[in-house]
């Protein structure tokens, strides 16, 4: 069965500082895979996706991320964190190749230091 | 576009009544919608995913009579939580898919309470 995994439950950094959020699935085939983030009382807003193509993905607010096959993983960066990029960040895939329901991660929780 | 409104945003309910919550793609017609649920600084797990005019098809362990989903029209779809119970308490959350598409949008979030 499908699966996602963000070993860090929370993550500290300093604003200016770089970030790297994990993200390792298990999926028999090409994954979709997404990331998005959720600030408190807001809803689900999505960073970046990758379904195929260039395994460097190129989101809003900054934020990249690689899908690597061979590591299972599809890690999120952003070279330089603003206060205002703390929140919660979920990664996710698809179920199936049609994309249809989403497997989430347990989340990372990102907190920005001045 | 793509805007996936919910209502409402918050309910408190007495234990033992029933509470329908509201999912609207307010710029596109949805084909499909799902259901999720998020405890408390946790992940959001799949409650069900419901095609317009047809049965909701719901994840493996939840309670097909208790959380009714509804999904009438492409623009519309409901979960009517019955016979609250304070376990029922969550955070939930829906969103649609543009139909033939990859990407689902998510609406804002319903915060449940059963008192």
């Known amino acids: 069965a499908q699966s996602v995994t963000q070993p860090d439950i929370h993550i500290t950094v300093s604003e200016g500082a770089s970030l790297e959020l994990r993200c390792n699935y298990s999926?028999?085939?090409?994954?979709?895979l997404f990331w998005y983030v959720q600030s408190p009382g807001q809803g689900l807003q999505l960073l970046l996706k990758y379904f195929s193509g260039d395994t460097l993905v190129q989101g809003i607010k900054g934020f990249e991320a690689e899908f690597k096959r061979s590591q299972s993983s599809f890690n999120l960066r952003k070279p330089s964190v603003h206060w205002s990029d703390a929140a919660e960040y979920f990664c996710a895939v698809g179920r199936n190749q049609a994309g249809t329901a989403l497997i989430f991660g347990k989340g990372t929780t990102l907190s920005v230091s001045s | 576009g793509a805007v996936v409104s919910q209502h409402p945003s918050w309910v408190i309910c007495k234990s033992g009544t029933s509470v329908k919550i509201e999912c609207r793609s307010l710029d596109f017609q949805a084909t499909t919608m799902f259901w999720y649920r998020q405890f408390p600084k946790q992940s959001l797990m799949l409650m069900a995913t419901?095609?317009?005019?047809?049965?909701?098809?719901?994840e493996q362990g939840v309670e097909k009579d208790k959380f009714l989903i509804n999904h009438a029209s492409l623009t519309l779809s409901t979960l009517t939580v019955t016979s609250a119970h304070p376990e029922d308490s969550s955070f939930y959350i829906c969103?649609?898919?543009?139909?033939?598409?990859?990407?689902?949008?998510f609406g804002p979030g319903t915060r449940l309470t059963v008192t």
């Open positions: 969103s649609a898919r543009l139909a033939g598409g990859n990407e689902q949008y």
């Open positions: 419901s095609n317009e005019g047809s049965k909701a098809t719901y």
């Open positions: 999926y028999g085939a090409t994954p979709y």
